[in-house]
């Protein structure tokens, strides 16, 4: 009997071990077991399957021990992740590291343990092993990278190699799982008081210890409300201390125990509220009905304000009422916080979150509590696919438009969107893709009967959509004299208007820092990162220049390099910048950004969303992370700062994203009352997609886009591959890409588009070149064409030279 093990390794393969005779009947698919690699190399692999087909090409090595009494990962994961392995060119290991939590994901840890070969022997120690040695000698077990902090890694091989010598420690290279339960002290009455007239006599002899009745009374209190009670709210609520409680303990009264206890705390549930629909919400929810009664995928437009999440949760109700599971998606986190305090309510403890904000141990208890099916519905990112759901029924793709669905790097570089429908398929359930900008590919499913279709036309109870004015840039040239360089007269007007109101404004500025670039108005040189091709950023914040590719923060230059001129001028404007210049106009203000710079660590946009709710902002300078599905009801007036920034992205999907980004920022604006204002700065006002944004024109938007990718052969009517090289010197690179994209040349019915530098060419000292293939909708040309370019790939990295050479695959490049 063998076994196929995915590894947590980038082998292009499982690899396929003995299974020896006693483990045979306990091994299923799923389960965890340790195996060998190498000589003496241990990891922790996933079996993939089971099988009695013995592989010739190599000697067979048997499975060391099972780690799991149950597969961790159910079948219906391991069809999943071998379709993800095969659509997106990935290697099977990496599936795995991006599917499990890393508590899941066992680790060799190498440890010493003291084991002097003679008994209370005295040794001579260098100075640096007797620190060692007397920590081994009162722990009796520390691991490698404990003892490399002890004695510092300058030291560390001279000290491993004198305790060996000695002969006073062994190895142990075991696999240890990192995940614990988190345990907690917990209260019970013992039971010999627990009729009435033993716990009446009880109270009379504590009388003489008011703190120990106190205790008593404090205990009696919780252990109503709660199924047990914990030490830590015993003490707090009565005002007691450990060494109290032990004595009650010692007394016979209370029995003290570890337990396992949850990580994830829930706030208390509330009512469970009505739905009630408008008018326009039931003639969407009906279509709705209907087209999922046909396809199994339904497009869900619409528009910004609509209500669409009234649908999401009428249609997981009946999910749930079948006894199935839901999966909620939503392309980035920060949009979690909002939506869960909504669900919250409609669901309770029914519902959990997951995405990488959580700690590792959190993620694993999520994964149980899913596979156990205690949690019927889960809301979070892409990361959300990999949970080891039982019966999932519906799936829903919540601003499926929007391009963080998309996985950048690590591998696999999957679709969330995407990868949700093949899902959904494994499991025979439904999807419902909304969005108010939907994107050309899902509205071109639609029209080729592909995908059914609803739509809402209207803002929830009737609200109008809000009005877009497109503000000539050119007259920033009018307040350029007082110093004020980003908002137009026009627009400081209108934000004046809105604060006198008492209303909200949102600011739109697609880059972060304070200045993008800087240059030297004498010769035009402009301070560029050392390690990448690109020019560093000035954020006033750090008073740094940053590079945002490899995060390397350099010094302001004060003089120029090249000329020895000190006239070094900033040009064009992030957020940071409009902050200050906005807190400069109008110095009552409150004032805050939401940027990558602002919102790091795990609290910071919670408490931000929660502020701005709060009304305790009143203007929010942001990237495009204020775009994304935020509903306040405060918000009177958006202003996109800089529209032509947006519209001259050297990118064939550029007016979609420019139209989807305008829309969506738009759509903040007069949620509540209709009486919504947004303005649009942009020198080039006659580009079509600032029309369509302003008659919230989707229809002509998808006719025009259509044509133009019918015409050069783009997605939706062809496939797209990216091929990355990436390598230290730029010949190899370049040598590389050619020699790739000659083999595939030979290929019929595919475009070899390169190869060409990429847009940012040099990236942490790694040059790059891209090869970018046209395949037509035919899977016989797209596997030929995939099986080729991985079959170069081995061949390409194999010769000498090119052992160092990186080639990365992104199928559905966004």
């Not at 060692?132 to 691991?143: D, M, N, P, T, V």
């Not at 004595?247 to 469970?272: C, N, Q, S, W």
């Not at 916080?337 to 993620?363: D, I, M």
């Not at 008492?502 to 010769?523: D, E, S, T």
Request: aromatic share 8%; net charge neutral; proline share 5%.
């Amino acid at each position: 009997m063998f076994a196929d093990i995915i590894l947590p390794l980038n082998l292009p393969q499982v690899l396929t071990y003995g299974v020896p005779a006693e483990m045979q009947d306990l091994l299923r698919p799923g389960m965890r077991v340790e195996v060998s690699l190498g000589k003496n190399k241990q990891y922790a692999g996933v079996v993939q399957k089971v099988h009695n087909n013995k592989p010739e090409l190599y000697s067979i090595k048997p499975i060391r021990s099972i780690i799991d009494e149950e597969p961790v990962v159910n079948e219906t994961q391991l069809r999943f992740w071998d379709w993800i392995t095969h659509y997106y060119m990935a290697a099977p290991g990496e599936v795995m590291q991006a599917a499990l939590p890393a508590h899941l994901k066992l680790m060799a840890e190498t440890t010493l343990i003291w084991s002097p070969a003679v008994e209370h022997a005295i040794y001579e120690w260098s100075d640096e092993a007797y620190l060692a040695a007397e920590a081994l000698e009162l722990r009796k077990e520390l691991s490698i990278s404990e003892v490399r902090a002890i004695v510092g890694p300058k030291h560390f091989n001279d000290v491993l190699n004198e305790l060996l010598e000695k002969e006073v420690v062994l190895i142990n290279d075991t696999l240890e799982p990192s995940y614990r339960p988190r345990k907690e002290k917990t209260i019970a009455l013992t039971p010999a008081y627990e009729n009435e007239d033993a716990m009446r006599q009880l109270f009379d002899t504590l009388q003489k210890a008011p703190k120990q009745l106190e205790l008593l009374m404090a205990y009696i209190e919780l252990s109503m409300k709660n199924n047990f009670v914990r030490q830590a709210d015993l003490i707090e609520r009565s005002g007691a201390t450990g060494a109290q409680v032990k004595a009650l303990a010692d007394k016979g009264v209370f029995t003290i125990e570890e337990k396992e206890v949850d990580r994830l705390v829930y706030k208390e549930a509330k009512d469970v509220k009505a739905i009630a629909f408008t008018p326009a919400q039931q003639k969407a929810f009906d279509e709705l009905e209907k087209g999922l009664e046909e396809k199994d995928v339904a497009l869900l437009h619409g528009v910004t304000g609509s209500g669409k999440t009234l649908l999401y949760i009428h249609k997981i109700k009946a999910c749930l009422a079948a006894g199935k599971q839901a999966i909620f998606l939503l392309p980035e986190i920060g949009l979690t916080t909002q939506l869960v305090n909504r669900l919250y309510a409609y669901f309770g403890e029914e519902l959990g979150v997951y995405h990488s904000r959580f700690t590792n141990n959190e993620r694993v208890e999520i994964w149980e509590k899913v596979r156990q099916g205690r949690y019927k519905i889960i809301v979070g990112p892409r990361s959300a696919l990999w949970l080891p759901y039982n019966d999932i029924g519906l799936i829903i793709a919540d601003e499926e438009h929007d391009g963080s669905y998309k996985q950048k790097d690590p591998s696999p570089r999957f679709h969330a969107r995407d990868a949700a429908i093949f899902l959904a398929g494994l499991h025979k359930a439904k999807v419902i893709l909304g969005s108010a900008t939907p994107s050309i590919e899902s509205l071109y499913n639609v029209k080729q009967g592909k995908y059914a279709f609803a739509q809402i036309r209207e803002r929830y109870l009737g609200v109008n959509m809000p009005a877009i004015e497109v503000i000539n840039a050119k007259s920033l040239d009018t307040v350029r004299q007082q110093g004020f360089k980003m908002l137009t007269p026009e627009l400081q007007q209108a934000m004046l208007s809105a604060l006198q109101q008492r209303k909200q404004i949102i600011l739109f500025q697609n880059r972060r820092g304070y200045a993008p670039f800087q240059v030297c108005v004498m010769c035009g040189w402009i301070p560029q990162c050392r390690n990448c091709a690109v020019s560093l950023t000035y954020h006033k914040s750090s008073d740094k220049l940053h590079c945002h590719y490899c995060g390397l923060k350099y010094p302001i230059v004060h003089t120029c390099p090249a000329c020895g001129s000190n006239r070094i001028q900033s040009k064009t404007f992030g957020t940071e910048r409009i902050e200050e210049e906005v807190k400069q106009l109008f110095p009552d203000a409150r004032v805050a950004r939401m940027d990558l710079d602002s919102m790091r660590g795990k609290e910071a946009l919670p408490k931000l969303l929660e502020e701005v709710e709060k009304h305790k902002i009143d203007i929010l300078v942001g990237t495009q992370m204020v775009v994304k599905g935020l509903d306040f009801a405060n918000i009177a007036m958006v202003g996109i700062l800089s529209a032509d920034t947006l519209l001259s992205y050297p990118d064939f999907r550029v007016n979609e994203r420019a139209f989807q980004l305008m829309e969506q920022v738009a759509g903040r604006a007069g949620r509540a009352d209709g009486a919504g204002k947004v303005y649009i700065q942009a020198y080039n006002l006659e580009h079509p997609v600032l029309k369509w944004v302003q008659e919230h024109d989707v229809k002509t938007y998808y006719d025009y886009e259509i044509q133009y990718r019918s015409r050069f052969a783009y997605p939706p009517f062809t496939r797209l591959i990216k091929i990355v090289f990436k390598h230290k010197d730029e010949p190899k690179a370049v040598a590389a890409a050619g020699q790739l994209a000659e083999a595939l040349k030979l290929v019929d019915g595919i475009q070899v588009q390169g190869p060409v530098p990429a847009l940012v060419a040099r990236v942490r000292n790694l040059f790059i070149q891209e090869l970018w293939i046209k395949c037509p909708r035919d899977i016989r040309t797209i596997e030929h064409t995939k099986f080729v370019a991985k079959e170069q790939r081995n061949i390409i990295t194999a010769q000498k030279g090119f052992t160092s050479l990186q080639i990365l695959f992104d199928v559905d490049p966004v």
